[in-house]
């Protein structure tokens, strides 16, 4: 049936086992891992189910960092039909090999963790189905062993197709699915999907035995219908579908009396395209769940619509709601929960807590008792303002956390516009005086009243966006990454209507052939930071400290208008990808990824004090940053990985290590 699945040439040692070439079976080295060492592997995209990014080594250290050194690099140029260049990839590292995707075309390789040698590659062909998938990122796979030899890795195509691999050799399991291959299509509870209309840019999450799988679709529909993002767990022996779970509710199912005129049936999105987390003690999966069909315009599905905007708690075995809190309710900002949430064990008061914590695009943490749901400080349903919208009903109240306080700027006002110089700020106001001006639960507008349509902060990106957070669970503070770039005009698009918005044009500064912002001589509307890094400690929900999570762009350094001016240090216009381990905090520039300026970002890869922020080594990377970096040992050496890549400049994973 699957005649374009194939294992390619295998180019270098197995760990064990056999290589496969052609028809030989050839007997493979075994690379020595650090098995023996606590945190010497890297098992899941997060690091661990909690999804901390955190690692306990510390043979890389404030004294050594200055040495770091790149000890390989693997590219991507020859996997694919064209250049990667916008590699968000985080690979897993299991006694010492590396597994990860490579290439449009999700080819899946593994690669000696000592060398970066490419060990096996596997590529399956999908045709127009892989072409026209929603999604061509991706940003990981899964991987499982039942403990006595049985090791498999588990990815999902962009044409969303779930396949299993056996570790060893790269060839697909023969008793899951359709030899090694579900097609998840199928087995959905809706009708046969079109091609283009779902897949998947983030890699299941394995919890016991049971894959739990998510969906990424195209954000703004064509109509108010769309493919629904159900939820599923799979046998990760078998791929046989245990469960699915309607996170846009079935008639009789809870929920189900919260999307008003029949509104469930045909209301699409709804899925969990970012990365997951889990609880392998308690059995739990936590999935953070997007904004339904379409992302700005909520006319086609009056009330709360559940499970949309969400963090839901699941039985792993079973795939039953454990527990839910919805996020945003009536969601018109395409304010996805856009990362894992992050699990830690704090104490607060005296009182020990099993703590989940979702970081949202709204720049607010929430944080729950991770067992029952209930929040560990008050989350108070505050009143905002009502949609002026044509039959757009919007909730009288939005949930706001009272701990932790926001991590980003949450309004856009005339205080928020660049002061550098008056000049700049007169000629700021002066173009922003044509837009309504709000903040995070103002509703979209349509031009009316003289006025362009809406400006705010934060924008549709964050905040936090798909980078997320991590967390060192020695101390419970986390550590997030946003941005602050104004957003807008928001766009009320009507399904089946022309936009009716003209979007303000990106201006070229003087001397610059580079269009760069609407704003006063192409620079950024709003004052700097434009990028965070802020530490909150989760056992007193205070924050800790923030920095910019970069310098100042040197375009920004070297614009006339700037000439003689102080700037401060400004940060860079991208969520800085984050590693936690025991002795340091690493943190990336970005590389204008997902929905973010393409200048944006930088090559540089920080090493920062855990406690105050402070930068304590810069290290230059071939490209900027695109995946978040982890962290590993072998051989009593510890290796730091991380994506590069950018315009013109195709991905590639460079490790890095001390001599």
């Not at 661990?48 to 770091?68: E, G, M, Q, W």
């Not at 999105?269 to 987390?277: F, H, I, L």
Request: aromatic share 10%; net charge neutral; hydrophobic share 40%.
């Amino acid at each position: 049936m699957f005649k374009n699945a194939r294992v390619a040439l295998t180019l270098g040692l197995l760990c064990s086992g056999v290589l496969a070439i052609g028809p030989l079976a050839i007997k493979a080295a075994e690379p020595a891992a650090e098995t023996t060492s606590s945190g010497a592997d890297w098992r899941y995209y997060g690091s661990d189910a909690f999804s901390t990014k955190y690692s306990p080594l510390a043979r890389i250290n404030r004294d050594n960092v200055k040495n770091l050194k790149i000890a390989w690099r693997w590219k991507s140029e020859n996997f694919g039909p064209r250049p990667e260049f916008n590699m968000e990839e985080t690979p897993l590292m299991v006694d010492g090999v590396l597994y990860f995707m490579a290439g449009t075309r999700r080819v899946a390789v593994a690669a000696d963790a000592v060398t970066g040698e490419t060990l096996w590659m596997y590529r399956f062909d999908e045709g127009r189905r892989g072409q026209l998938a929603p999604r061509a990122n991706h940003r990981g796979v899964a991987y499982w062993t039942d403990g006595k030899g049985d090791k498999r890795i588990t990815l999902i195509t962009a044409g969303y197709h779930m396949i299993q691999l056996d570790a060893t050799t790269g060839r697909p399991v023969e008793q899951f699915g359709d030899k090694g291959i579900v097609d998840l299509y199928k087995d959905f509870d809706q009708p046969e999907p079109e091609d283009g209309r779902i897949g998947s840019s983030s890699p299941p999450i394995i919890v016991g035995d049971v894959v739990v799988v998510g969906a990424a679709m195209e954000s703004i529909a064509a109509s108010k219908a769309n493919v629904a993002g159900f939820v599923r767990g799979y046998n990760v022996r078998t791929g046989r579908r245990e469960w699915i779970f309607h996170t846009v509710p079935r008639p009789g199912e809870f929920g189900y009396d919260t999307w008003k005129n029949g509104s469930a049936a045909y209301t699409g999105n709804v899925g969990v395209w970012t990365t997951k987390s889990a609880d392998p003690e308690l059995g739990y999966v936590y999935l953070p769940v997007e904004t339904p069909t379409n992302d700005f315009y909520g006319v086609d599905r009056p009330g709360d619509n559940l499970f949309s905007e969400s963090l839901v708690c699941l039985d792993a075995k079973t795939g039953k709601r454990v527990w839910h809190f919805q996020l945003i309710h009536h969601g018109i900002w395409d304010y996805d929960a856009p990362a894992a949430p992050i699990l830690l064990n704090i104490t607060v008061k005296g009182k020990p807590i099993k703590a989940v914590a979702q970081v949202t695009k709204q720049a607010f943490v929430y944080v729950f008792d991770r067992v029952t749901g209930k929040p560990v400080w008050p989350i108070k349903e505050v009143r905002v303002p009502k949609s002026k919208i044509p039959g757009e009903v919007t909730s009288p109240t939005q949930p706001y956390p009272s701990l932790p306080a926001p991590f980003d700027v949450q309004n856009f006002t005339e205080e928020s516009v660049i002061d550098f110089t008056p000049e700049l700020r007169a000629e700021a106001l002066r173009m922003i005086a044509d837009y309504d001006l709000g903040g995070v639960f103002t509703p979209p507008t349509l031009p009316a009243n003289g006025k362009k349509g809406l400006l705010k902060l934060p924008a549709t990106t964050g905040g936090a966006n798909w980078q997320g957070g991590g967390a060192d669970p020695e101390t419970g503070i986390i550590y997030v990454s946003s941005g602050t770039t104004v957003g807008g005009p928001v766009a009320v698009r009507i399904p089946g209507q022309p936009s009716a918005f003209e979007q303000p044009k990106a201006l070229t500064p003087p001397g610059d052939n580079q269009p760069r912002f609407f704003g006063p001589q192409g620079l950024p509307l709003v004052k700097p930071p434009y990028g965070r890094i802020t530490a909150i400690d989760l056992n007193t929900g205070q924050h800790v400290w923030m920095v910019a999570n970069a310098d100042t762009p040197e375009w920004i350094k070297n614009h006339p208008a700037l000439k003689g001016v102080n700037i401060p240090r400004t940060g860079s216009f991208e969520h800085a990808g984050l590693l936690v381990t025991k002795t340091l905090l690493f943190a990336g520039e970005g590389a204008g990824l997902f929905a973010t300026p393409i200048f944006s970002g930088g090559n540089k890869l920080r090493a920062m004090d855990k406690a105050t922020g402070e930068i304590i080594h810069d290290f230059e990377l071939p490209a900027n940053q695109t995946g978040i970096p982890m962290t590993y040992a072998v051989r009593g050496r510890q290796f730091i990985v991380v994506a590069v890549g950018g315009v013109g400049k195709p991905g590639e994973l460079v490790a890095l290590a001390v001599d």
